[in-house]
């Protein structure tokens, strides 16, 4: 099999994390498959790590025809490497190396045996929803990344005044959010952001876009859950006169004059996933459900 390797390329990585980089790139090639790099991520990597792993791989700078594609890191390195990957079909195997990891839910402790199976055909792919982000405007193609695997999400700009979100569904007015925000999310990304402000855990699997208003002025605002056929159209508000839109985390500044559309993505996304575990697994792990936690302090 033929793969390519992602990884962050933040400066700040730690020793034990460009270790784990290096231990990827070796595993790959003792099971018996081909590694490409992409120029930007091993020009990140210090030079003494550069020299150790130019014997296993191939430099390429753009993404090549491969397998498999392996993120090395954390759900926000996944989430760059899915912009990367695009519509391209490849599938996507995250291993974790960061901290919490839904999205890169393989823990590099398992990183053999999850390759072993790879190279055995013993693992499933999953396809995940995406989101479309588009605006009443036009903006030059890299001025937005348009499609969201977790969230595209409305913030305000300023520290001080809330936002007033005009909400509708297929042209159906649903509400004015007073908020700090709100949250439009992918089931795969009902275990981030959406999460952290009481959003729906939903199976990434299920056909559905999340709803959750960030600290909401109205009490009863509740986070919703509508069929992912659906259109979300909206009209912001702000005492600034602007806005951030957030596409996974990458954000830019609109003029409150702009209306956005939330629809369903134009392709999904492929997930590498081992035979045996499931999503809900992951939660009893990730989340410590059902764990006493007062063992550690006994």
């Known amino acids: 099999m033929r793969f390519a390797l992602f990884g962050s390329m933040f400066p700040d990585r ?19 498959g081909e590694l490409c790099l992409p120029e930007n991520f091993f020009q990140s990597l210090p030079l003494h790590l550069q020299q150790e792993i130019s014997p296993l791989c191939e430099l390429t700078e753009s993404l090549p025809e491969v397998d498999m594609v392996v993120s090395v890191g954390g759900d926000g390195t996944f989430l760059r490497t899915a912009t990367s990957v695009g519509n391209s079909r490849i599938p996507i195997l995250g291993i974790n190396t960061g901290r919490l990891g839904f999205l890169a839910a393989i823990n590099y402790a398992d990183l053999e045996e999850t390759l072993q199976e790879v190279m055995n055909n013993n693992y499933r792919v999953e396809e995940r929803a995406l989101l479309k982000m588009s605006t009443d405007e036009a903006f030059p193609p890299e001025y937005f990344n348009e499609h969201a695997l977790n969230e595209v999400a409305i913030l305000k700009q300023d520290t001080a005044s809330m936002l007033s979100i005009h909400a509708y569904i297929n042209n159906d007015y649903l509400t004015s959010y007073q908020a700090d925000g709100l949250v439009i999310a992918t089931p795969t990304g009902s275990t981030a952001y959406s999460l952290s402000i009481g959003g729906s855990i939903l199976s990434p699997t299920i056909p559905s876009i999340i709803l959750s208003a960030i600290a909401p002025h109205n009490l009863t605002s509740r986070s919703l859950v509508v069929d992912d056929s659906s259109i979300i159209s909206l009209k912001v508000e702000s005492r600034s006169h602007m806005f951030l839109v957030s596409v996974d985390g990458q954000s830019r500044v609109l003029d409150e004059s702009v209306s956005i559309q939330v629809r369903r993505g134009d392709y999904t996304l492929r997930v590498v996933k081992r035979v045996g575990h499931t999503f809900y697994e992951t939660l009893r792990d990730k989340l410590m459900w059902g764990a006493d936690v007062r063992k550690q302090y006994g």
């Open 14 to 32: 730690t020793a034990k994390a460009e270790e784990q980089i290096l231990g990827v790139c070796d595993a790959i090639r003792r099971h018996g």
